[in-house]
């Protein structure tokens, strides 16, 4: 697979972006949505922030309290000789229990826009554009994926609390001001990507339950009339028994069209959490019917930036752009930066496997 990573990498890093709560500090600019509007590429970054520590032995974390009438940034201080706490995991800090779960993230994502002349060079805003605002929001927004459906943007990102990570929808015609039309997916649930049109008269999405019993964590399809409801979920893919994608595997990009059927860039963790990229192809009339896949990643973390950082080895995206044949993946690296990659679309087409 011919992939031309652009020699600038990574674009945007945590040290371009100041934070935005005092006495805190900026740690990921990653996971970014992608949009083309008026003339610019627009990154929908997730920045992760978290309170600056001056003590070793202690570990803190922010979230917001919405259990009163005006929400209140909370700084949470925990000591790591604490054995309630499991720190292992630079991403969250676990009860440690015999049944583990989440206790806290280790910081408070929201989202900032990146803006773009060329697709390339990007300035970020001042101001955050996406910024919790509900309970159900408390530990931060992540992870947003962008579909343009006629003049307006839809932007389904991960919201998350204490009562776990669910799916929320916001729509904007310009990017300034939005209308936020609630969660469409409850907890567990997340890697949401609306396709961009209706195929014969239903609105497609991909998802990814996360089931606590039996079952994986993989991709399933579900339609709807109206975008704010969602049925007739079909799983879509499953995991390997071995290789690349035997840990985890979810959407990525929002599918664009080509004349052969529906390509969408998905992510893949192997168990010891190795985060790559592959593709799909979906049925143009029916895209819960996979068609062909790739056997191997189209993008794996191999360039330094990829493979050292908050989260290490990781590859992963939220949005690309197809223009006269090339396909430009923007892709978080490390769950640190935001990277650029371009391949060829008959590249991608020619790797495929049909199934």
Sequence with gaps: MIVKRLEKNPIVKPEDVPAYHENHEVI???????????????????????PIATDPNEVKTTLIDFSNENPEIRVLSLRKDDERYDFSDPRTILFNEKQRRTAYLTSLSYIRI????????????????????TAAESWGVEDPRVT????????????????????????????????????????????????????????YA????????????EIWIAESDNLLYWGNHQHLLGLSEDG???????????????????????????????YCLGALLLDLEDPSKVL?????????????????GFFSKVVFTCGVTLQDGVVRVYYGVSDTSMAICEMQLEDILSRLSYV
């Design 292 to 308: 062909a896949k790739t056997m191997e990643p189209i993008l794996s973390p191999e360039a330094d930036y990829e493979t050292n």
């Design 148 to 203: 343009q459906i006629d003049d307006t943007y839809y932007i389904q990102y991960s919201s998350i609390s204490e009562k776990g990570v669910a799916v929320g929808l916001i729509s904007t015609k310009d990017f300034v001001s939005y209308q936020r039309l609630g969660l469409i997916f409850p907890p567990e649930n997340k890697d949401v990507a609306i396709f961009p049109e209706r195929i014969n008269g239903k609105y």
């Design 28 to 50: 990921g600019v990653f996971n970014a949505g992608v949009a083309e509007c008026n003339g610019e590429t627009l990154l929908l970054l997730r920045v992760a922030e978290r």
């Design 206 to 217: 991909l998802h990814r339950p996360v089931p606590k019993g039996i079952g994986q964590p």
């Design 114 to 133: 990146a803006r773009s002349k060329d697709g390339k060079h990007f300035t970020v805003d001042s101001e955050p554009f996406i910024y919790p605002d």
């Design 244 to 274: 690349w994608d035997n840990g985890r595997i979810g959407g990525g990009a929002v599918p664009f069209k080509t004349d052969q059927g529906w390509i969408e860039i998905y992510h893949a963790a192997d168990k010891d959490d190795r």
